[in-house]
């Protein structure tokens, strides 16, 4: 069965420094799709960013950028220039061949001013 | 913009009541979804629906059931609250299925439960 495995509870950053939140999943699959989501505090959960296995470049959106390692099935996400607003709940996600989404147990990320 | 709406932010129930959880999607999406979120769980798919009157049981879909009469509306219904059920409910809807930039699953601001 697939899992998804998010290592660390809670991490914190200063304000303007660079952050990694680890990853990793469990697929016997080769073609699958990768998530990272964002939940910040009473708000919505938002996409942060998507990767599709059989692309080998790293996928990145501003200052949201992924190491996708395929042989390591190991997924973390770099956040460069961290601001206050990037405080909120990470949950990594994983998808094959259907609609669903596997899910990680989330990373609360706090900002330090 | 991709707008999905919960019936309610907040719900006090007590146990052994039906209670209905409703979600709305103005982007006619395909598929809707319904999941349950706890803390150090992440979330956990309860119902999806690919498509009208289409059901399909996720991971824990014990004690619940849904309907999806239209496009844009998908309810999860507990049937006989328990307070096990005491939980934050959020809804999410996609185009498309995997494979495609359309399967970003959208979501709604949630409706958090609470069984007495």
């Known amino acids: 069965a697939q899992t998804v495995t998010q290592s660390q509870p809670e991490m914190s950053v200063q304000e303007a420094e660079t952050v990694t939140l680890s990853c990793t999943y469990d697929?016997?699959?080769?073609?699958?799709?990768l998530f990272w989501y964002k939940q910040p505090p009473s708000r919505q959960m938002i996409l942060v960013i998507r990767?599709?296995?059989?692309k080998q470049q790293n996928a990145t959106e501003n200052r949201f950028s992924v190491n996708f390692q395929k042989a390591a099935k190991s997924f973390s996400l770099k956040i460069s220039d961290s601001q206050l607003g990037d405080a909120a709940m990470y949950f990594c996600a994983y998808m094959y061949s259907n609609y669903q989404l596997i899910w990680g147990a989330g990373t609360k990320l706090i900002i330090k001013p | 913009d991709v707008k999905v709406t919960q019936s309610s932010r907040y719900l006090v129930k007590r146990t052994g009541e039906k209670v209905f959880l409703e979600c709305v999607q103005d982007m006619d999406h395909e598929n809707m979804f319904w999941y349950r979120q706890d803390p150090g769980l992440g979330l956990r798919l309860i119902y999806f629906?690919?498509?009208?009157?289409?059901?399909e049981k996720g991971d824990i879909p014990e004690g619940y059931s849904v309907s999806r009469e239209k496009k844009e509306r998908f309810s999860l219904i507990l049937e006989s609250a328990s307070t096990n059920q005491t939980s934050m409910y959020l809804c999410?809807?996609?185009?498309?299925?995997?494979?495609?930039?359309?399967?970003?699953?959208?979501f709604g601001p949630g409706t958090r439960l609470t069984v007495l």
């Open positions: 629906s690919y498509d009208v009157k289409m059901k």
């Open positions: 697929t016997s699959e080769s073609d699958y799709y």
């Open positions: 999410a809807s996609s185009l498309s299925e995997a494979g495609s930039s359309t399967d970003t699953q959208y």
């Open positions: 990767q599709e296995a059989y």
